[in-house]
């Protein structure tokens, strides 16, 4: 990759973020990424630009400053990617402000390209495979020729279950990876609720809706683990008992979607969700309620969108009604 900057260090933030990815290859280019980011955003000045003091218009800023300093539109386009990806990660950390909306900060340099549309999320059509890919992986024997060995067996059991809830309820729910991450069993009645009332953004209770396949994932999750731990989703080997954290959601997810050959975040899981529900009918009002949005406007303006294939048939079915009639 190209490198037309004196080479600077990465933030411990950044770092973080680049031991999500499994992929070498793929990491080695976020990594390139990255430390093109924090030149751009040490320019001029002996500190970087924090991420809480980020404006809107970072991302079109950061493109301008690859253009001026000779990158390729390819690496221009790849090192964008890699830095939207980030700052969705930075803020399912909550290292950013909460003003910060990085669908407009993305707008914002899209609308710089003469594009008048409000960008779409778009989710890979392959979110479902990363529930799969779990749930087909066989669950390991607690067995072994030492107590050590029958712990690590033990531990790996817990992951893998543990896995499965997680994709389960991301996928159920819609829910933000934060209010995932701090889920209570008591909240959930280890899989017995079908819902859980939870504090969401802004600090607005709100409804997490979950299906029966989330439920079974939750119970068989809560029984082995033998524990009173309160947390539901917790860590079974450093700090154990200690609830997951953003990140470790953020890297079952990734891990999954890594090793099926595409990428994928907690958060796709939420528009992969919305999408869906809009396309089989369910009204903006409905879809609003379930992703905690305050205004319907906020719903309207990210997900009120349709394949083609849902248009056609909508159209189809209104013109065969007139003829009717």
Known sequence: MECKYKPVTLDPRALEFLKTIEAPRTRETNEYALKAFSAFRIRGSTTPLSLKAMSFDVIQNFDAWLRAAGYSDF???????????????????????PTFSLERAV???RRKQKRKSYPIPKPSKRMGEIIAYYDQ??????????????ERSRIKRLCLLR??????????????????????????QDGRAKEAIITGKGDKERFLYFTPDAQIAIQAYCVEREDEFEPLFIAHG?????ALTRAMIWKI???AADAL?????????RHFRASEMLNAGVRLEVIQEILGHEDIGTTRKIYAHLDRETVREAFDTASRNALRR
């Not at 050959?261 to 899981?269: K, L, Q, V, W, Y």
């Open 75 to 97: 690496s221009r386009k790849t090192y964008v990617a890699c830095v939207v990806e980030f700052l969705r990660f930075a803020l399912d950390q909550e290292w950013m402000s």
């Open 107 to 109: 707008y914002r340099k």
């Open 137 to 150: 992986q066989p669950l390991p024997d607690v067995n072994g020729d030492s107590p050590l060995a029958v």
């Open 163 to 188: 896995a499965r809830a997680v994709v389960h309820v991301l996928y159920a729910s819609a829910g933000r990876v934060s209010e995932i991450a701090s889920l209570q069993r008591k909240q959930v």
């Open 238 to 242: 450093r700090n154990r008992g200690a």
């Open 253 to 255: 997810v990734s891990d």
């Open 261 to 269: 050959g595409f990428r994928a975040h907690p958060h796709d899981f």
